[in-house]
């Protein structure tokens, strides 16, 4: 990233819990816009990409005219010699889960991708399926034979199921009983399919007999 002499670059810089968001006014080197329009989301414009990897790392953002880069598509570093530094996105996505429990003040989601295109979904137009989510335990430490790690992991629990929800335009504004108890998440569709694997993936971190609730799939996702 480099530097417009002409602009205050904190004025440039906006600081999202998932994302940061660039003005045009600071200069990126690094980042592209592919001419692939971002599938049915808020303020979603085109595509961006990283001109060296070709990963797609964010999006243009129509509401400030900026490049939007998520944090999970991004690794830092103090010089070109360090090696570059990241967190893992299993991390990211449970902290947007956690985080709707914030902003949404319910512990059930219904989660949907639709908001930018993944790498793969260029030459396929298939959509992940939305997924129902049950925040059951926000915040646990567990010990388990299955975990490379020696120390106590911090999760949370979360129940989950695939969900039969079909979202439309005629679904805006419906304040039923089940709108009121259950929150509405959208995830980019590659990440959709990171937090399916992840999900499917911690089943090993439990026995065998507490992998399975009340027709609810159990998991424990690793958190900041």
Not at 2 to 18: D, G, V
Not at 63 to 76: E, N, P, T, V, Y
Not at 131 to 148: G, H, M, Q, V, Y
């Given at each position: ?61 129509l ?14 570093s ?22 709707s ?13 639709g ?92 026995p ?17």
């Open positions: 990233m480099t530097r417009n002499p002409n602009s205050s670059f904190q004025r440039s810089f906006l600081l999202h819990l998932f994302c940061f968001v660039i003005t045009t006014s600071a200069v990126l080197t690094f980042v592209q816009k592919v001419d692939e329009p971002i599938v049915e989301g808020s303020n979603g414009g085109s595509a961006l990409e990283c001109t060296e990897c070709r990963a797609l790392i964010g999006s243009i953002d509401s400030s005219d900026g490049h939007k880069l998520r944090k999970s598509r991004l690794a830092l103090l010089s070109p010699e360090q090696p570059p530094v990241f967190f893992q996105s299993e991390l990211w996505l449970t902290s947007q889960l956690l985080n429990i914030s902003t949404q003040g319910v512990r059930k989601f219904t989660v949907v991708s908001t930018s295109p993944s790498s793969t979904s260029r030459a396929s137009s298939h959509v992940p399926n939305p997924l129902n989510i049950w925040i059951f335990t926000p915040d646990l430490k567990i010990a388990s034979t299955a975990s490379p790690f020696k120390t106590p992991l911090r999760v949370a629990k979360i129940l989950w199921k695939d969900s039969e929800a079909v979202f439309s335009g005629t679904d805006e504004g419906r304040l039923d009983r089940k709108a009121l108890s259950q929150g509405h998440i959208e995830i980019p569709e590659d990440e959709m399919s990171e937090l399916r694997a992840c999900l499917e993936g911690s089943a090993r971190l439990l065998e007999g507490g992998r399975e609730f009340r027709g609810w799939r159990v998991a424990l996702m690793e958190r900041f």
